[in-house]
């Protein structure tokens, strides 16, 4: 079932890298992040629909496979900053939509997180317990949450407390 071509549209093509530099570098960022929280996920792609003569393609953010949801993204004069932040969303909406589940979780907390800006840049913010000791928190920019989850450390093999000791 396909939930984005309602009526008789041309098909969707996937968008080349180069087309779009700034989303293609937004959505590089998007996907740092979406490989460290589901791992299992092929990267998000770029994918167009010819909209009206003369108007440009409309741009989604899609799973590998060519499923969105949500809105286009804007096609016009952008900064960097701007780009990541509609990417991230477009990203967040077809992720959370199409596969079911929040994305992404904060691993502190357990809990979908939302888009903030902080400091000048799209971030990743979590609303926190009702704890006074787990209050809101910025998790990390978009694209870094790689910087947050790497330390894994190796399963434990050793127990400090043998139960024979
Ligand atoms: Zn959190």
């Not at 009702?130 to 978009?142: F, G, L, N, S, W």
């Amino acid at each position: 079932m396909r939930y984005h071509s309602p009526f008789d549209r041309p098909e969707p093509r996937l968008v080349p890298a180069g087309e779009h530099p700034l989303w293609d570098e937004a959505l590089a960022a998007v996907n740092r992040d979406l490989a460290v929280t589901l791992p299992e996920q092929r990267p998000l792609c770029l994918f167009a629909v010819p909209w009206e003569e003369g108007e440009p393609d409309q741009v989604y953010v899609a799973l590998a496979n060519g499923e969105w949801h949500g809105n286009p993204l804007w096609a016009g004069p952008d900064t960097s900053a701007h780009a990541l932040e509609a990417v991230a969303e477009a990203a967040q909406d077809t992720v959370s939509e199409r596969l079911w589940q929040a994305w992404p979780v904060c691993a502190v907390h357990d809990l979908g997180m939302h888009l903030r800006e902080e400091s000048g840049r799209p971030s990743w913010w979590c609303a926190g317990t009702t704890d006074p000791k787990d209050p809101p928190h910025i998790r990390a920019a978009v694209g870094e949450l790689e910087t947050l989850q790497r330390p894994h450390r190796p399963n434990r093999k050793r127990r400090k407390n043998s139960a024979r000791g």
